[in-house]
């Protein structure tokens, strides 16, 4: 499928935004298994999912598996992080590689938003 831990989000490849099923804020990463900057990314991004459990749903999106859905949020490059919050909306995007306290901090303001 090429979605992973999407129990709680259902990322919906018809429109830019996400529907959320527990009320929680959503990190989506856009990546590739050949793309270098991802697989250097995806270590860090699985330990701030493990930081962040409960409190954010963090998805990853193949997007070879993943095309439309690649397209309809507007990647272009990999990877892409974007931010959701509680209510499905886009609030944060990031492009490239990110170092793990960007992310973390980019994550915490997804949390402290009044959203």
Not at 49 to 54: A, I, N, R, V
Not at 82 to 105: H, K, M, T, Y
Not at 108 to 113: G, I, R, Y
Request: proline share 7%; aromatic share 6%.
């Amino acid at each position: 499928m090429g979605v992973a831990n999407s129990s709680s989000a259902n990322v919906d490849s018809s429109a830019p935004t996400i529907t959320v099923t527990d009320g929680k804020p959503v990190v989506v990463d856009f990546s590739a298994s050949w793309c270098p900057p991802c697989q250097q990314l995806k270590p860090i991004f699985a330990s701030l999912t493990k930081e962040f459990e409960g409190r954010v749903t963090m998805v990853t999106v193949d997007v070879d598996e993943n095309s439309d859905m690649a397209a309809k949020f507007d990647v272009h490059s990999i990877p892409t992080l974007i931010f959701f919050d509680a209510n499905g909306s886009q609030q944060d995007r990031l492009e490239g590689f990110v170092p793990e306290d960007v992310l973390r901090s980019r994550i915490e303001n997804l949390l402290n938003s009044p959203n």
